[in-house]
């Protein structure tokens, strides 16, 4: 489930990893290699609905 913050959906890294069907340690190594950009919202790290896109677009 989402979080929608200022009309803009956000993910956190269990859902995008579920999404993705990888593991949210495969998340977090995406994250720190740069590859999907996010955001520290507060504790959890957060990654937009758009920069996921941009990530799938470009993984193709």
Do not use: H
């Not at 959906?9 to 999404?19: D, G, N, R, S, V």
Request: hydrophobic letters at 35%.
């Amino acid at each position: 489930m989402s979080t929608i913050i200022e009309g803009i959906k956000f993910y956190t890294i269990p859902e995008t990893a579920e999404a993705l069907q990888v593991t949210p340690q495969t998340i977090r190594a995406y994250i720190k290699k740069g590859r999907i950009k996010s955001q520290r919202i507060g504790r959890p790290i957060l990654i937009t609905e758009n920069n996921l896109k941009e990530f799938l677009k470009v993984s193709r």
